[in-house]
């Protein structure tokens, strides 16, 4: 499993590098949306990948791991959902009508939203801690617990590695972007709006 873990999560870092140097805005965004469109491949093959082991291993083990596996199902099944919905809007958007200022600002709402996700991961894995340390003192329900928190621990730190990775990978995109285009875009302060301005 941890072998996957890296090999999926290298193929972001494999988008990064390979993605080039754009000059206008458009071709810009479109590189963003590949690139968002490769980490929800990736996180969508995770989720399968959590939902079939999980299937198996809750029906075929006891105690925790029977849990744990458990756990894994129902996680990845949320995991799926988003990523499905998220490739969805990516693959049958149309960036046509849109600005210079809207793309851009589409970007870096999803910088933003990755970097949020991260600070949620690193709750997550807490939380797996301490469903770990309750289970000490449980004893009716200790197997669950204990699984449970094995699994949100393991689900967390690929997500917190996943999104960290793709803010990344999605932020120095921009900034290449920017400091080889003769535009520059300044983000006001409550996120909200993007002002335009022409570099001389």
Same mark, same amino acid.
């Given at each position: 499993?941890?072998?996957?873990?890296?090999?999926?999560?290298?193929?972001?870092?494999?988008?990064?590098?390979?993605?080039?140097?754009?000059? &206008?805005?458009?071709?810009?965004?479109?590189?963003?949306?590949?690139?968002?469109? #490769?980490?929800?491949?990736?996180?969508?093959?995770?989720?399968?990948?959590?939902?079939?082991?999980?299937?198996?291993?809750?029906?075929?083990?006891?105690?925790?791991?029977?849990?744990?596996?458990?756990?894994?199902?129902?996680?990845?099944?949320?995991?799926?959902?988003?990523?499905?919905?998220?490739?969805?809007?990516?693959?049958?958007?149309?960036?046509?009508?849109?600005? &210079?200022?809207?793309?851009?600002?589409?970007?870096?709402? #999803?910088?933003?939203?990755?970097?949020?996700?991260?600070?949620?991961?690193?709750?997550?894995?807490? #939380?797996?801690?301490?469903?770990?340390?309750?289970?000490?003192?449980?004893?009716?329900?200790? &197997?669950?617990?204990?699984?449970?928190?094995?699994?949100?621990?393991?689900?967390?730190?690929?997500?917190?590695?996943?999104?960290?990775?793709?803010?990344?990978?999605?932020?120095?995109?921009?900034?290449?972007?920017?400091?080889?285009?003769?535009?520059?875009?300044?983000?006001?302060? &409550?996120?909200?709006?993007?002002?335009?301005?022409?570099?001389?």
């Amino acid at each position: 499993m941890k072998k996957w873990i890296f090999s999926t999560l290298f193929i972001l870092f494999a988008v990064s590098a390979l993605s080039g140097q754009q000059t &206008d805005v458009s071709g810009f965004y479109q590189t963003s949306i590949k690139t968002n469109t #490769t980490g929800m491949y990736v996180l969508g093959g995770w989720a399968i990948a959590n939902i079939a082991g999980g299937a198996i291993g809750w029906a075929n083990s006891t105690g925790s791991t029977r849990y744990f596996h458990q756990m894994n199902l129902f996680w990845n099944t949320v995991n799926l959902g988003i990523a499905g919905f998220a490739l969805y809007n990516n693959l049958t958007g149309n960036i046509l009508g849109l600005t &210079d200022s809207m793309m851009m600002q589409k970007h870096i709402k #999803t910088e933003n939203v990755y970097l949020i996700n991260a600070g949620l991961d690193v709750i997550y894995v807490g #939380t797996g801690f301490l469903l770990k340390y309750l289970s000490t003192n449980n004893t009716k329900r200790k &197997d669950m617990l204990f699984g449970y928190g094995k699994s949100v621990i393991m689900q967390g730190s690929f997500l917190l590695a996943f999104d960290l990775i793709m803010w990344l990978t999605l932020h120095n995109h921009r900034l290449d972007f920017l400091a080889n285009s003769s535009l520059s875009f300044q983000q006001n302060f &409550d996120f909200k709006e993007i002002a335009l301005t022409i570099r001389f």
